[in-house]
């Protein structure tokens, strides 16, 4: 696990410079599938009860139990993430135009494996660190931007026009507290030189009580720029919860709040997931707004900069 | 503590079945303050480096240190807090319309140490309730209201129109999950019989991280009934954090945060505290939006139902 810690550092360290990461964060990822599979017994846990039932398992060592894990979109085999994620790549860099339901899914299963077996390390050594997995869903996805848009900006801020900061900004540094005033701090945003709108990517491994954010950022950035200059693109990785007791796993969902959201609060352009929660799919929820799978998002980042 | 645990379930319990729960409010801070006399050390702990500083106390006991106290504000003596506490109730009863700064002081001393004193217990006695200190200022606050307005209607949720629930609200009881899809949930809405404007009062110790959601809520309401149907009055404690290193007490204050909600997200009427922050008390703040001490809250609330 050590190696793994400091590769991440190392990882987060390059992009937070804004240098060239992903060959690191390959690094990363195929380090965490060694240490899973030397180190950990890779077992069914039990079943999500949706139509159709959908089955989990979990990484386990000595006891610990790691979040639970969709067998059919995980690739445990070590070589064969790279090559699926190298056939990818070359996918992404001809332009993701006319990808099949089989090319989506690829793609699914290649972002999955990479942001949930960092994740599953994190749960079994290192379960202090919650938020590391986050940070590096952010980082890992950052990293296949370049490759669908070779000459895309990507940042994480959105300054916005017209509040002072000044004064504040004083204070805060006496008072040792962040304040993200006159900005909207996101997880990351993508410009391309030839266009003036832009996308931004709100990267979540769930949402749970933090799902109104997106919607407010969404609505913050329509009212200081006008509508369609920002357009959010909510992504995660699943909303799967463990049930130790009764050995299921379920899916936390709230679609009332998420049409209440796009309806009153702000409008995304979609909701996109590794792993798609069945209520969140269904026919009532995707009138809302659309909802799809990870693997589509290329698809729609390309359209969204051709329109 | 036992004494205190018990008391806070049963006039959480009489809550929320909606009957009379002010007596029983006020035996429990009876007892919170006689458990803190007995049984704590009171003490100075630091001050806020502000202009002009601020001195904090804590009560301590074993070890265990309280949140910050003010000592100008906070009432030690039981028998001072019932007859200062019925001088407020008389005057809520005739009507807040020409209270001056004393009385609005006081009002303000009397809301903090119910807060306060029963917030103090917890953090000695079991500071793994960290959510009840929040549930006993919504309870407590909800209890002044009917000496306001004899004929005020309490709740909590405000049901939207057009939202269906019928298939969700099926699947969530299947997943036991909860949603609050089709209303907003709030911590108090006040509504009058012969108004059709309300009241909603987001009651939080302190907001920290959750400030988007009173922005995020006024923006809903508006979205959905208009504006000016339901206005919103934030309501807190403080934003005070101790300094245990430093020994000095911060105010941990997102000056440009809520001017950038203010703005762009939904126009609350108000902020309001028992102990104001320094930097939300500066006029680039009040410039956006009026911030005064809790004490002064009644009077608006008279003026906006007059209006």
Redesign the interface.
């Known amino acids: 696990m050590r190696d793994v810690e400091r590769i991440f550092r190392a990882t987060a360290t390059l992009y937070n410079k804004g240098q060239p990461h992903f060959s690191s964060s390959n690094l990363l990822v195929d380090n965490c599938l060694r240490l899973l599979g030397d180190s950990a017994n890779y077992r069914h846990f039990g079943s999500f009860l949706g139509r159709p039932a959908v089955e989990y398992n979990v990484f386990e060592k000595q006891g610990e139990v790691s979040r639970p894990v969709r067998p059919d979109l995980f690739i445990e085999n070590r070589q064969k993430l790279v090559s699926e994620q190298s056939r990818m790549i070359e996918r992404l860099r001809e332009g993701p135009t006319d990808w099949d339901d089989a090319t989506v899914r690829q793609a699914t299963r290649v972002i999955y494996t990479n942001v949930m077996s960092f994740a599953c390390c994190i749960d079994l050594w290192k379960r202090s660190s919650r938020k590391t997995p986050g940070t590096f869903f952010e980082i890992y996805f950052a990293g296949l931007v370049p490759y669908l848009f070779t000459n895309a900006v990507l940042s994480k801020h959105i300054s916005?026009p017209g509040?002072?900061?000044d004064?504040?900004d004083k204070?805060?540094e006496a008072?040792?507290?962040?304040?993200?005033?006159?900005s909207?701090a996101t997880d990351l945003v993508i410009a391309r030189p030839d266009c003036e709108n832009r996308i931004v990517i709100p990267l979540k491994i769930t949402t749970r009580e933090r799902i109104?954010?997106p919607?407010?950022h969404q609505?913050?950035l329509d009212?200081?720029f006008g509508k369609g200059r920002y357009s959010s693109f909510l992504t995660c990785v699943s909303e799967t919860q463990l049930d130790n007791k009764k050995k299921s796993v379920?899916?936390?969902?709230?679609?009332?709040?998420?049409?209440?959201?796009q309806?009153?609060?702000g409008q995304i352009n979609g909701l996109y997931y590794c792993d798609v929660p069945q209520?969140y799919a269904?026919a009532?929820m995707t009138s809302y707004l659309p909802v799809k799978e990870i693997g589509e998002i290329f698809r729609d980042f390309w359209q969204y900069f051709k329109n």
């Open positions: 916005l509040i002072s900061e004064e504040e204070m805060e008072e040792g507290t962040e304040d993200g005033g006159s909207v109104v954010q919607f407010a609505r913050i009212s200081a379920k899916q936390v969902c709230v679609p009332g709040t998420v049409k209440l959201f309806r009153h609060l209520r269904a009532d």
